[in-house]
């Protein structure tokens, strides 16, 4: 059904006139994939050209084989910390393998159906590091859009702080001025001329301007990294060791987790802006294929772009033919137009992933999260600093690591368990915690309520409850446990100890148990252990079941227990005490 849906869902219905407007989107998306490809290559510390290759392989690959019919696919402003680090620390080489283990990763994640699993990282952690990885893309950006020269790029935030402080004194005004007329075009372009791209008139406007009027005052790509080639790379196999694999497994499950969590945004900002539904193991599957592949023609880790899928959808995509036709827009430019971009100013890039890093820092939805001041935006300051200051592996670790903690700290308040008794005063005869006070409590059954989940950060304290309340050693304990909708073997195990200690003397009671507790009893044998015939539905029926045992144990003063006349309950228990019965 999967193959079938493939190649017929995907383009069901297709003509001519569909393939002119994903000919049109594909057009206007290639051509705002070129700068951004260099880009993103070059803040990743690697050549320009490496991010073209990744734009245009990567680009058609996860179209073509991806879950989403607009995903547009390619280097993004995510990676770029990441990336950095791995070509500081292990070189560029080192990348490339990197790069195809993720892809391995991500392939095994869409085949062994994990792709649903993603969703559930918690949004202030993805907020967390999203809003860290755009600071840091923005400051990396200071140096060039200033036009510093001797300053060396390091792994760490605090270090390429200070070498901008250090080297601030050789800013260049060229530079200054190349960079504040691509950003002027850049925040302008969309303003008055809405279908045409702004990185693009930005990068030509100053570039020409820089060319004409001021040649050879600015570093470029070319001074810079050499000349671009205008051809594909060989096709390469990297060298890859036993060391090599233990070293960069790590930093590739990284890229895997990251790209993974990109493409799956991606595809869900697609889905609100087209009222379609994605294929989420099939878009992981498509982004494997990509990650292994683009590697071997020396391209750099790719994902789902979310604001290039968006411009795609605006522009009229239909099919991911689409997102194919920008990867061959961009082959095209690059085998015609490469000589030219070496002219490119580094200064032109700046502001470009300036804005790329403004627009991605989720900075509304980040303050809107920290105004809540409750666990969540603990959460994201915490993933935010360490993002930026430490470096994003660690980020994502804590930050995870702390959800999980609060969260099992808020579910186990959830729990609560507490004694209760039948209101005379109510025809329905509720079990209500208020009617059980100090001078008035039943000595021979003890009920009690309990609702939430029993799991290991609530199963202690519901054990402590019921123990430390329980009086008179009474000879019935029912536990009501109609609100209890999950257990695990925590939650069963201090359940197993509760009954074995109150079997010493007494019996009991399960009411209104629901299925998945149940079957957690039968599965480690408790619920066997219990007895079937102690288990009810009602609350009434374990009652009746505990008067009639208790009135064949001779017990005073209960029989009208279930009723709304009880002797014991309106205190004759205590003058039964005084009488020594």
Not at 167 to 176: A, G, L, P, R, T
Not at 217 to 234: D, K, R
Not at 304 to 310: D, E, P, S, Y
């Amino acid at each position: 059904m999967q193959h079938k849906w493939y190649f017929t869902g995907r383009y069901s219905g297709y003509s001519l006139q569909n393939f002119q407007k994903d000919l049109l989107s594909g057009l206007v998306v290639g051509v705002i994939a070129i700068p951004l490809g260099m880009s993103f290559a070059i803040a990743s510390g690697v050549k320009p050209e490496y991010g073209i290759y990744t734009t245009i392989i990567a680009g058609i690959l996860i179209s073509l084989f991806g879950g989403s019919k607009y995903q547009i696919g390619g280097p993004t402003g995510a990676f770029i910390p990441i990336l950095f680090g791995i070509v500081m620390t292990y070189g560029y080489e080192n990348l490339l393998i990197a790069g195809f283990f993720a892809g391995i990763i991500l392939f095994l994640m869409g085949i062994f159906r994990l792709g649903s699993l993603i969703k559930f990282i918690p949004r202030p952690v993805t907020i967390g590091f999203t809003s860290g990885i755009a600071v840091i893309i923005f400051v990396g950006q200071i140096a060039n859009f200033l036009g510093l020269t001797g300053v060396e790029k390091h792994e760490t935030f605090l270090s390429n702080i200070r070498e901008i402080i250090i080297h601030i004194h050789s800013i260049n005004f060229f530079s200054v001025l190349t960079a504040g007329i691509c950003l002027i075009a850049v925040l302008l372009t969309p303003k008055l001329f809405p279908k045409i791209p702004g990185p693009l008139i930005g990068l030509l406007f100053s570039t020409v301007i820089a060319s004409l009027f001021y040649p050879n005052q600015v570093a470029t790509i070319g001074s810079t990294f050499g000349e671009i080639p205008s051809t594909l790379p060989h096709f390469e196999v990297p060298e890859m060791t036993f060391e090599r694999v233990q070293q960069l497994i790590g930093p590739a499950f990284v890229i895997a987790l990251l790209g993974g969590i990109e493409s799956l945004l991606s595809a869900v900002v697609a889905d609100g802006m087209t009222n379609s539904k994605h294929n989420s193991n099939r878009e992981l599957v498509g982004q494997g294929i990509a990650n292994m592949i683009t590697p071997l023609f020396g391209g750099i880790p790719a994902t789902g772009a979310i604001a290039r899928t968006a411009t795609n959808i605006k522009n009229g995509a239909i099919s991911p033919f689409s997102g194919m036709i920008h990867g061959i827009v961009v082959l095209i430019v690059l085998v015609l137009l490469a000589p030219y971009a070496s002219s490119i100013p580094l200064a032109s890039m700046a502001p470009i992933l300036m804005v790329v890093a403004w627009n991605m820092s989720e900075r509304h939805v980040f303050y809107h999260v920290l105004k809540t001041k409750t666990e969540d935006s603990f959460v994201l300051v915490v993933t935010f600093l360490l993002t930026v200051f430490v470096n994003l592996t660690v980020a994502v670790e804590v930050g995870l690591l702390l959800a999980v903690v609060l969260f099992t700290k808020r579910m186990s308040n959830i729990m609560v368990t507490i004694k209760a008794l039948p209101n005379p005063n109510n025809k329905h005869e509720k079990m209500e915690s208020h009617m059980v006070t100090d001078a008035r409590d039943c000595p021979q059954i003890s009920i009690y309520n309990v609702e939430g989940p029993l799991f290991f950060g609530a199963a202690q304290a519901f054990e402590h409850s019921i123990m430390n309340t329980l009086n008179y050693k009474p000879r019935v304990l029912l536990l009501r446990m109609g609100k209890v909708p999950f257990m695990d073997t925590t939650g069963e195990s201090y359940l197993s100890s509760i009954i074995k200690d109150f079997s010493k003397h007494g019996i009991v009671l399960i009411s209104g148990i629901k299925v998945q507790p149940k079957s957690m009893l039968k599965k480690t044998g408790l619920y066997e252990c219990i007895g079937e015939e102690y288990f009810f539905e009602h609350t009434g029926d374990a009652i009746n079941f505990a008067l009639k045992h208790l009135n064949k144990d001779k017990c005073l003063g209960c029989k009208h227990f279930a009723f709304r006349e009880c002797t014991v309950l309106s205190g004759a228990h205590e003058k039964m005490k005084e009488k020594g019965k």
